[in-house]
Protein backbone atom coordinates (compact mmCIF):
# COMPACT_ATOMS: atom_id res chain seq x y z
CA UNK A 1 0.00 0.00 0.00
CA UNK A 2 1.52 3.11 -0.68
CA UNK A 3 0.89 6.13 1.79
CA UNK A 4 1.14 10.15 1.41
CA UNK A 5 1.29 10.35 5.33
CA UNK A 6 4.69 12.38 5.58
CA UNK A 7 4.50 11.89 9.52
CA UNK A 8 6.31 8.50 9.67
CA UNK A 9 10.20 8.36 9.39
CA UNK A 10 12.68 5.61 9.52
CA UNK A 11 14.00 4.25 12.58
CA UNK A 12 17.48 4.32 13.47
CA UNK A 13 19.32 0.44 13.33
CA UNK A 14 20.05 -0.66 16.52
CA UNK A 15 23.66 -0.24 17.35
CA UNK A 16 24.48 -3.57 18.67
CA UNK A 17 23.24 -5.40 16.52
CA UNK A 18 24.77 -8.41 14.16
CA UNK A 19 24.24 -8.44 11.02
CA UNK A 20 24.99 -10.80 7.56
CA UNK A 21 26.85 -10.32 4.45
CA UNK A 22 26.98 -6.72 5.09
CA UNK A 23 26.88 -3.94 8.00
CA UNK A 24 25.53 -0.82 7.51
CA UNK A 25 26.89 2.45 8.87
CA UNK A 26 23.00 3.94 9.99
CA UNK A 27 19.51 4.43 8.05
CA UNK A 28 20.43 7.95 7.41
CA UNK A 29 23.77 7.06 5.41
CA UNK A 30 21.15 4.31 3.34
CA UNK A 31 19.03 7.11 2.96
CA UNK A 32 21.18 9.61 1.58
CA UNK A 33 22.05 7.68 -1.36
CA UNK A 34 18.33 6.26 -1.96
CA UNK A 35 15.44 4.39 -0.97
CA UNK A 36 15.35 1.35 1.68
CA UNK A 37 13.38 -1.78 1.63
CA UNK A 38 13.27 -3.26 4.86
CA UNK A 39 11.59 -6.64 5.01
CA UNK A 40 10.71 -8.52 8.54
CA UNK A 41 11.15 -12.31 7.45
CA UNK A 42 11.68 -15.84 9.00
CA UNK A 43 13.60 -18.82 7.62
CA UNK A 44 11.46 -21.10 9.44
CA UNK A 45 8.01 -19.65 7.00
CA UNK A 46 6.81 -20.47 4.15
CA UNK A 47 5.48 -17.18 3.26
CA UNK A 48 9.05 -15.89 3.87
CA UNK A 49 10.26 -17.60 1.74
CA UNK A 50 8.20 -17.03 -1.12
CA UNK A 51 9.17 -13.57 -1.29
CA UNK A 52 12.74 -13.89 -0.67
CA UNK A 53 13.26 -14.15 -4.38
CA UNK A 54 11.83 -10.51 -5.09
CA UNK A 55 13.69 -8.95 -2.72
CA UNK A 56 17.28 -10.90 -4.01
CA UNK A 57 16.05 -9.59 -7.62
CA UNK A 58 15.29 -5.68 -6.43
CA UNK A 59 18.45 -5.94 -4.43
CA UNK A 60 20.85 -7.01 -7.52
CA UNK A 61 18.66 -4.77 -9.96
CA UNK A 62 18.53 -1.09 -7.70
CA UNK A 63 21.17 -1.29 -5.72
CA UNK A 64 23.47 0.39 -8.57
CA UNK A 65 20.32 3.35 -8.80
CA UNK A 66 21.30 3.85 -5.15
CA UNK A 67 18.12 1.64 -3.20
CA UNK A 68 19.14 -0.95 -0.16
CA UNK A 69 17.35 -3.81 0.60
CA UNK A 70 17.60 -5.40 4.17
CA UNK A 71 16.27 -7.89 5.71
CA UNK A 72 15.54 -8.15 9.87
CA UNK A 73 15.32 -11.92 11.28
CA UNK A 74 12.87 -12.30 13.59
CA UNK A 75 13.07 -15.91 14.50
CA UNK A 76 9.14 -17.33 15.31
CA UNK A 77 10.67 -20.96 16.54
CA UNK A 78 13.85 -21.45 19.11
CA UNK A 79 15.28 -22.51 17.21
CA UNK A 80 15.64 -19.49 14.91
CA UNK A 81 17.19 -17.44 17.89
CA UNK A 82 20.83 -19.53 17.36
CA UNK A 83 23.08 -17.34 15.03
CA UNK A 84 24.89 -20.38 13.54
CA UNK A 85 21.49 -21.87 12.69
CA UNK A 86 20.30 -18.67 10.84
CA UNK A 87 23.86 -18.35 9.17
CA UNK A 88 23.41 -21.44 7.71
CA UNK A 89 20.13 -20.92 6.24
CA UNK A 90 20.79 -18.29 4.62
CA UNK A 91 23.57 -19.45 2.96
CA UNK A 92 21.73 -22.41 1.90
CA UNK A 93 18.78 -19.96 0.83
CA UNK A 94 21.89 -18.16 -1.34
CA UNK A 95 20.48 -14.64 0.32
CA UNK A 96 22.76 -12.42 -0.61
CA UNK A 97 21.34 -8.57 0.82
CA UNK A 98 22.30 -7.44 4.00
CA UNK A 99 20.42 -9.60 7.48
CA UNK A 100 20.07 -7.76 10.62
CA UNK A 101 19.44 -10.39 13.67
CA UNK A 102 16.50 -9.42 15.79
CA UNK A 103 16.24 -12.52 18.19
CA UNK A 104 14.74 -10.53 20.63
CA UNK A 105 12.35 -8.75 18.72
CA UNK A 106 14.32 -5.36 19.05
CA UNK A 107 13.76 -3.93 15.65
CA UNK A 108 9.67 -5.42 15.51
CA UNK A 109 8.86 -3.51 18.29
CA UNK A 110 10.23 -0.90 17.21
CA UNK A 111 8.43 -0.55 13.85
CA UNK A 112 5.09 -1.78 15.83
CA UNK A 113 5.19 -5.17 13.17
CA UNK A 114 2.16 -7.38 12.84
CA UNK A 115 3.28 -10.52 11.30
CA UNK A 116 6.03 -12.12 8.16
CA UNK A 117 6.50 -11.39 5.73
CA UNK A 118 6.72 -7.26 6.32
CA UNK A 119 7.88 -4.93 3.67
CA UNK A 120 8.61 -1.13 5.01
CA UNK A 121 9.86 1.04 1.72
CA UNK A 122 11.40 5.04 3.05
CA UNK A 123 11.87 7.01 0.01
CA UNK A 124 13.30 10.71 0.06
CA UNK A 125 13.70 12.22 3.89
CA UNK A 126 13.49 8.55 5.25
CA UNK A 127 9.73 9.51 5.04
CA UNK A 128 7.67 6.03 4.92
CA UNK A 129 6.42 5.39 1.36
CA UNK A 130 5.26 2.34 1.00
CA UNK A 131 4.22 -0.96 3.77
CA UNK A 132 2.76 -4.44 3.28
CA UNK A 133 1.97 -7.39 5.02
CA UNK A 134 1.92 -10.65 3.65
CA UNK A 135 2.67 -12.16 -0.02
CA UNK A 136 1.79 -10.08 -3.30
CA UNK A 137 1.44 -6.70 -4.53
CA UNK A 138 4.95 -6.70 -5.62
CA UNK A 139 4.52 -4.50 -8.48
CA UNK A 140 2.66 -2.16 -6.74
CA UNK A 141 6.01 -2.40 -4.36
CA UNK A 142 8.49 -2.37 -7.22
CA UNK A 143 6.52 0.93 -8.35
CA UNK A 144 6.93 2.56 -5.06
CA UNK A 145 10.66 1.87 -5.88
CA UNK A 146 11.40 3.00 -9.01
CA UNK A 147 9.00 6.55 -7.88
CA UNK A 148 11.46 7.37 -5.25
CA UNK A 149 14.15 6.77 -7.86
CA UNK A 150 12.82 8.92 -10.36
CA UNK A 151 12.25 11.68 -7.85
CA UNK A 152 16.21 11.82 -6.93
CA UNK A 153 17.00 11.32 -10.48
CA UNK A 154 14.41 11.72 -13.40
CA UNK A 155 16.87 10.50 -16.03
CA UNK A 156 17.41 7.03 -14.74
CA UNK A 157 17.24 4.20 -16.60
CA UNK A 158 15.27 1.31 -15.01
CA UNK A 159 13.96 -2.23 -16.24
CA UNK A 160 10.32 -2.99 -16.28
CA UNK A 161 8.75 -4.73 -13.59
CA UNK A 162 9.80 -8.04 -12.54
CA UNK A 163 7.13 -10.72 -14.20
CA UNK A 164 5.13 -12.68 -11.49
CA UNK A 165 6.93 -16.16 -10.44
CA UNK A 166 4.13 -17.86 -9.62
CA UNK A 167 0.77 -17.63 -11.14
CA UNK A 168 -0.77 -16.78 -8.05
CA UNK A 169 1.36 -13.71 -7.63
CA UNK A 170 -0.49 -12.01 -10.31
CA UNK A 171 -2.25 -8.75 -9.84
CA UNK A 172 -5.50 -9.18 -8.87
CA UNK A 173 -5.36 -12.64 -8.50
CA UNK A 174 -8.24 -14.14 -6.02
CA UNK A 175 -7.23 -17.41 -4.23
CA UNK A 176 -9.45 -19.67 -2.21
CA UNK A 177 -9.28 -19.64 1.45
CA UNK A 178 -6.73 -22.27 3.16
CA UNK A 179 -6.31 -23.96 6.24
CA UNK A 180 -4.61 -21.75 8.91
CA UNK A 181 -0.81 -22.36 9.72
CA UNK A 182 -0.10 -24.08 12.81
CA UNK A 183 2.18 -23.50 15.41
CA UNK A 184 2.81 -25.03 18.82
CA UNK A 185 1.67 -24.82 21.77
CA UNK A 186 -0.95 -23.37 20.69
CA UNK A 187 -2.17 -25.00 18.00
CA UNK A 188 -1.79 -28.76 19.60
CA UNK A 189 -5.84 -29.19 19.86
CA UNK A 190 -5.78 -29.39 16.69
CA UNK A 191 -3.27 -32.11 15.81
CA UNK A 192 -3.54 -36.21 15.73
CA UNK A 193 -0.73 -37.54 17.80
CA UNK A 194 0.50 -41.58 17.79
CA UNK A 195 3.41 -42.40 19.65
CA UNK A 196 4.73 -41.28 22.95
CA UNK A 197 5.88 -37.25 22.53
CA UNK A 198 7.73 -35.31 24.58
CA UNK A 199 6.90 -31.70 24.93
CA UNK A 200 9.20 -28.38 25.48
CA UNK A 201 9.19 -24.48 24.41
CA UNK A 202 7.27 -24.72 21.14
CA UNK A 203 7.68 -28.16 19.75
CA UNK A 204 7.33 -32.07 20.55
CA UNK A 205 9.72 -34.44 20.75
CA UNK A 206 9.72 -38.45 19.16
CA UNK A 207 10.92 -40.79 21.22
CA UNK A 208 11.11 -43.45 18.39
CA UNK A 209 10.68 -44.49 15.21
CA UNK A 210 7.02 -44.25 14.07
CA UNK A 211 5.56 -42.14 15.89
CA UNK A 212 3.42 -39.13 14.15
CA UNK A 213 1.70 -36.65 13.70
CA UNK A 214 -1.11 -35.60 11.54
CA UNK A 215 -4.07 -32.68 11.23
CA UNK A 216 -6.31 -32.10 8.58
CA UNK A 217 -5.77 -29.55 6.15
CA UNK A 218 -7.54 -28.09 2.36
CA UNK A 219 -4.52 -26.64 0.99
CA UNK A 220 -2.51 -26.35 -2.34
CA UNK A 221 0.70 -27.43 -0.38
CA UNK A 222 1.84 -28.57 3.32
CA UNK A 223 5.00 -28.05 5.30
CA UNK A 224 6.15 -29.34 8.82
CA UNK A 225 8.64 -27.57 10.52
CA UNK A 226 10.89 -29.01 12.05
CA UNK A 227 14.41 -29.58 14.04
CA UNK A 228 16.30 -32.21 15.99
CA UNK A 229 17.20 -35.32 14.45
CA UNK A 230 16.58 -36.93 11.44
CA UNK A 231 16.18 -33.98 9.34
CA UNK A 232 19.03 -32.34 7.27
CA UNK A 233 18.33 -28.59 8.69
CA UNK A 234 16.41 -27.26 10.83
CA UNK A 235 13.01 -25.22 9.26
CA UNK A 236 10.63 -25.96 6.58
CA UNK A 237 10.28 -29.35 5.15
CA UNK A 238 7.40 -30.28 2.51
CA UNK A 239 5.16 -33.29 3.36
CA UNK A 240 2.19 -34.64 1.25
CA UNK A 241 -1.22 -34.10 1.36
CA UNK A 242 -2.90 -37.95 1.77
CA UNK A 243 -6.64 -37.67 1.42
CA UNK A 244 -7.30 -34.16 3.81
CA UNK A 245 -4.21 -34.49 5.82
CA UNK A 246 -1.19 -33.61 6.42
CA UNK A 247 1.96 -35.56 8.36
CA UNK A 248 4.82 -36.55 9.81
CA UNK A 249 6.42 -39.87 10.72
CA UNK A 250 9.46 -39.77 12.78
CA UNK A 251 12.03 -41.91 11.64
CA UNK A 252 13.93 -41.95 14.64
CA UNK A 253 13.87 -40.35 18.42
CA UNK A 254 14.99 -36.92 18.68
CA UNK A 255 12.82 -35.42 15.91
CA UNK A 256 11.20 -32.15 17.47
CA UNK A 257 8.21 -30.85 15.32
CA UNK A 258 7.06 -27.32 16.00
CA UNK A 259 4.19 -27.16 13.48
CA UNK A 260 2.30 -26.74 9.96
CA UNK A 261 2.09 -24.24 7.68
CA UNK A 262 0.10 -24.54 4.54
CA UNK A 263 -0.25 -22.61 1.12
CA UNK A 264 -3.31 -21.94 -0.66
CA UNK A 265 -4.68 -24.27 -3.76
CA UNK A 266 -3.77 -22.21 -7.22
Known sequence: MRLTNQEIVAPDLPESATWINFEPESIDDLLRVGPVLIEFWDFARVNSLRTLPYMEEWSRRYAGSGATVLGVHSPGFSFGRDEATVRAAIQRLGVTHPVLLDPEFEMWKTFGNRGWPARYLFGRNGYLKYVHYGEGDYDECELSIQEILRELDPEVELPALMEPLRPEDAPGVELPAQTADLALPDGADRLKVKGTWGSAEDYIESTKSGNRVSVRCDAGAAFAILSGEGV????????????????????????RFHGFQFTPKV
Not at 241 to 253: F, H, L, Q, R, Y
Open 232 to 255: EYPGVHEVAIEGDKASVEAPGPGL
